[in-house]
C-alpha cells in the first residue's frame, strides 16, 4: 500500500487508473481506524478494481466549541491496518495541502440538515459536503463507501451526488459492533470505563424502539428511550428522533423506511446510533 499526501499527485494517480479503465472504490474517513472503517475497505476491494482510503480530519466540519483538536489520530497505527485490510492507496494529505486557502465557493447542504445532527451541529454538513466534493474530484471514484451509523451523512451524500450529477455510487454498508452491540466510533476510546459499561445502552433502546413502534405512537417511544437512557447511563441525550429515511422528515405516512436515531453526550464523547428498518405489515400502526 502507498500513501499518498499531495493532491496532485492522487489526481494523476486516479487520472491514469480511469484511463486504464479500472475501477475505483474509495473509502474516506477521519482516521483512527476501527473496524467499521475496514468493513469499507473489504467490501471496496471485493467490488472495485484499487481502492483508496483517505484520512483527512476535516476542520470545516467541527464547531468552535467541538473536538477537533482533541479527536483521535495515529497514523502510523492506520497504515498498518488500511494496509492489512488490503486498500491500495492511503490519502493523507494535511490541512493545508486540502485547502491552501479558504475555499473560493462555500457549500451549504439544504437538505436533509434541518433535524438529527444538522440540527444540533450548524455548518457540520456543509462542511461534510465540501471536503466530499473536493475527495470526489480529486479521486474520481465509481464507488464511495459509507458507513449507516452515520445515516443522515448518508441521505446528505447522496443528495449532493444526485443534485450535482457526481458520477459516483454511494455505497451503505451496515453499521459495525461491538459485541455487547455498542457502535464501533473513533470517539468511544473517550469513553471512561464506566461510560463505556452503560453505552450498549443506545443501542438497546433503539431495538426496544424499534419494538414499540408496532404498538405506541412515535412521541411515546421516544419518551419511553429517553427514559431508559436516563435511568441507565449518566450520559445526556442530545437528541431522540423518528424520521422518514432518507428523506428525514416527519413521518406523515406508514410506508418506506424509517429510522430512529439518537445522540448522546458523555463527558468526553459525543455518540450517535441508530437503526433504519422497513415496518413489517403488522407493525403498520406508526402515528404521530
Ligand atoms: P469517520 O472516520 O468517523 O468519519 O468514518 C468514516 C466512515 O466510516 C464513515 O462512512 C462512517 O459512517 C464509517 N463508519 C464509522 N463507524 C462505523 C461503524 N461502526 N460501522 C460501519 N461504518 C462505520
Redesign the pocket.
Known sequence: MKMITSVSQMQSISKELKSSGKKIGF??????L????L??VTQSVKECDVTVMSIFVNPLQFGPNEDFDQYPRDIDRDFALAKSAGADLLFYPSVKELYPEELPVKMTALKRTNVLCGAKRPGHFDGVVSVLTLLFHIVQPDRA??????AQ?VAVVKGLVEGYFFPVQIVT?????EEDGL????RNVYLTDKERNEAPVLYQSLIKGKEMLGTKTADQVISLMASNIQENTSGKIDYIEILSYPELLPINNKTGQFIIALAVQFEHARLIDNVVFTPEEEELCIVQ
Open positions: 473509502v474516506p474517513t477521519m482516521g483512527y476501527h473496524e467499521g472503517h468493513t469499507l463507501y459509507f458507513g449507516q451509523k452515520d451523512q454498508v451496515e453499521t459495525v459492533r457502535a464501533k466510533s473513533s
